[in-house]
């Protein structure tokens, strides 16, 4: 039986120095290579051109006092109840009642 442990013991010393590479060969830093001119792809493509503009240029907005687009905003709202000038106080947007 001790036979064959030291048997066993050698074989494996043994196989263990085989497999064993030396340290002498440096590993190589990269694998990258120089890329030749003729395969670096030329940028040649032409420039964009710009696209005219055919639409017509926007009508300028109409000339609003700021009296009549404060009553416009107030009608669009619904807030155009107005009292009158005279010290009625009925507002303007509703009935009188017959006199």
Not at 13 to 26: F, M, N, T, V, W
Not at 86 to 96: F, L, W
Request: proline share 14%; aromatic share 0%.
């Amino acid at each position: 039986m001790r036979i064959t442990a030291i048997l066993t013991l050698a074989a494996a010393l043994a196989l263990s120095a085989c497999g064993s590479r030396p340290d002498d060969a440096e590993p190589a830093a990269n694998n990258m290579i120089e890329v030749p001119e003729e395969m670096i792809p030329a940028n040649d493509t032409p420039p964009e051109v710009e696209v005219p503009n055919n639409s017509a240029p926007a009508a300028p907005p109409p000339a609003v006092s700021e009296e009549q687009q404060t009553l416009d905003d107030a009608d669009a709202t619904g807030l155009t109840a107005r009292l009158p000038e005279d010290d009625s106080a009925m507002p303007t947007n509703q009935a009188r009642p017959a006199d």
